[in-house]
């Protein structure tokens, strides 16, 4: 493929750019659409006439990479990003994820809200032990 040298600089600094926001946490989710965006384009443009293996220039590791940076875009930062660092306007979200211990923690209490009011029993009368723990982890 022939591309301008302009579209391999502008590759290049996504790449780099991206990765830097990942690992700092900072501009994680911008980070994560830059990888993205090049990932997709490794993998069109490059890798797939080549097959999955990556022995043979196939795209597994670029789809790999792929995958890792649509989790990290669905997660978000962590507790130990620098993203708390960053004055409020730059910050991605109004909440502080940082507070929180995950999203299986709100479910496992929306299940125990559920277990407690009896909406999983037919009435009242014909009520079923809850099967989640009543300390509200999940282990």
Not at 105 to 112: D, N
């Amino acid at each position: 493929m022939h591309a301008p040298a302009a579209v391999g600089y502008l590759v290049g600094l996504a790449q780099f750019a991206g990765g830097l926001a990942i690992l700092t946490g900072a501009f994680l989710r911008v980070g994560a659409v830059c990888v993205i965006i090049v990932m997709l384009g490794a993998i069109f443009l490059v890798h797939l006439p080549h097959g999955f293996d990556i022995n043979h220039s196939g795209y597994e590791f670029a789809l790999s990479e792929l995958l890792l940076a649509f989790g990290l875009l669905i997660a978000g930062p962590g507790a130990y990003s620098l993203r708390n660092a960053l004055p409020p306007p730059l910050r991605s979200s109004k909440k502080d994820t940082s507070r929180h211990n995950g999203w299986w923690q709100g479910f496992a209490a929306l299940a125990q809200r559920k277990c407690r009011t009896g909406l999983e029993s037919v009435s009242k009368k014909q009520r079923q032990p809850c099967p989640i723990p009543a300390s509200g982890g999940l282990l």
